[in-house]
Structures are given as C-alpha cells and as structure tokens.
C-alpha cells in the first residue's frame, strides 16, 4: 500500500473512490517493478479498495516484452556445471581458522550433493550424520523429512571439521548465516547474480540428475523432498548445453 501512497501524493490526489485510474497506476508501477511484483501489487491494492467500498474492476496482463525480458534474466541465474565445480573447490581462504573453513566447505558440499534447501542443512545434528554410509537425516524440512547422500569429498571436510568441534549440538550456523557464507563465496567467486544463492544449487541438482543422469523424475523428487509435479514444473529447466547434450544423444541413436 505505501506504493499506492505514494502515487497519490505524486499525483496530488486526496481521496480514494471507485474511479481511480488503476491502468494509469500500473503503468507506474511498472516502470518500478517487474511484472510479476506488479501483479502482487495490484491484488494488495484491489483488495484494499474492496475493503474500504470501492471495489476496483481492473486485469492484468504483463506486457510480453516484459514476459521476454523476465524469461531471458532468469536463465541467466543458474549455475553452470563448471560454475559449481568452482564452488565445489572455493577453498575460503579469508576464513579465519580451518574449523571455518572446513566447516564452509562442508556446507557447500551438502548443498551441491543433496541438493537440501538451507533450512534442511542448518538443522543437521550430530546424530544425523552417518560416515559409515554417507548420508545425513534431514529431519526438518517444510516437506517431507529424508536422507541426503554426500560425496567423498564432503565426508573428508566433515571429518576434519568434526576433529576440530565438538558435535553435541547443530553441525552448521541458522540457515541465515549460511545464507550469507554461501552469497559471498559468489561474490569471491565473482559468479553472483541477482536471484542466486543456495537455493539455485538444489536446481542445479534437479536438472542435472533428470536431464544428465537420466534419473526418473519420481526418484528425483524422493531425493529433494518434493513432488513430482513441483519437480517438474519448478525445477527443471534445462541449460541450452544439457539440451544439446541430449539432442546430440538421440540424433546418435
């Protein structure tokens, strides 16, 4: 609603009713605002009207340039796979001990095998980790609790940050830290882009298991803790590399 405020006092216009000019206010808006937060913007704002006797009838419908230029940005935010061997090898080395640096390597490691979201990680415990068959219990998740399967590589950054702590408690720092140590690895990285951050590994890991891998899509989303259906129209969108990849297999076939 501070947007709407906003355009009245630009506007000069001291009261409210059913004709205000809701098209002229978009177009205002979107000259702010994505189309997608325009369209959160304007149901706040119809629903206030309603709220106060004046419904508004009004539709929205993104303009397609807009639609395009959305689309083209949000291919830009994921990874790569030499992007995430990057990560994958980022050795931190402005972390102020090695117990920090173990313990940050470990988390991206997590992230990059399980494809967990950040919340799931955090919330590690001791006993959930079992080296013997590499896996560690994701027991809180907003979905559907599981086991994570990490890499060699991770179990050895796991050990040495383990030599170094004692684990009676969280392996990890809350999900916001981690948030942060995983958003200036990026940075450091110089791999950081509008829209990045943990979450886009657990994309990564969707993609590359269904569309590299071959995986079937039910496996996929047991793995991530998801439904197929989510899976399937959230996480997969296929890198114009992985689809030659694949064209170039059929053609082959």
């Given at each position: 609603l501070e947007s709407l405020r906003r355009y009245c006092v630009r506007n000069l216009m001291s009261a409210l009713d059913g004709d205000f000019p809701m098209q002229?206010?978009?177009?205002?808006?979107?000259?702010?605002?994505?189309?997608?937060?325009?369209?959160?913007?304007?149901?706040?704002?119809?629903?206030?009207f309603k709220h106060i006797g004046h419904p508004v009838e009004f539709s929205f419908k993104a303009p397609s340039a807009q639609i395009k230029a959305n689309k083209t940005k949000r291919l830009e935010r994921w990874?790569?796979?030499?992007?995430?061997?990057?990560?994958?090898?980022?050795?931190?080395?402005?972390?102020?001990?090695?117990?920090?640096?173990?313990?940050?390597?470990?988390l991206v490691g997590m992230l990059i095998d399980t494809g967990a979201r950040i919340s799931e990680i955090a919330a590690i415990r001791?006993?959930?980790?079992?080296?013997?068959?590499?896996?560690?219990?994701?027991?809180?998740?907003?979905t559907q609790p599981r086991a994570g399967f990490f890499s060699e590589q991770t179990e050895g950054h796991l050990l040495e940050f383990k030599s170094y702590k004692d684990w009676s408690a969280e392996i990890f720092p809350p999900a916001d830290r981690c948030k942060h140590i995983v958003i200036d690895m990026l940075k450091d990285l110089k791999i950081h882009k509008p829209g990045r951050g943990p979450h886009t590994f657990r994309h990564w890991v969707a993609n590359r298991l269904y569309f590299d891998k071959g995986m079937d899509i039910i496996d996929v989303a047991f793995l991530l803790g998801d439904s197929p259906e989510v899976i399937r129209k959230t996480y997969l969108h296929p890198t114009p590399e992985q689809m030659r990849r694949r064209l170039q297999k059929a053609m082959a076939a």
């Open positions: 002229a206010y978009v177009d205002d808006l979107l000259t702010r605002v994505t189309a997608q937060s325009a369209r959160q913007y304007i149901t706040v704002v119809k629903m206030f990874f790569s796979d030499k992007e995430v061997d990057l990560c994958r090898e980022w050795d931190f080395p402005n972390a102020q001990s090695d117990l920090i640096r173990h313990r940050n390597r470990a001791a006993q959930d980790v079992v080296f013997q068959k590499r896996t560690a219990h994701l027991g809180v998740s907003k």
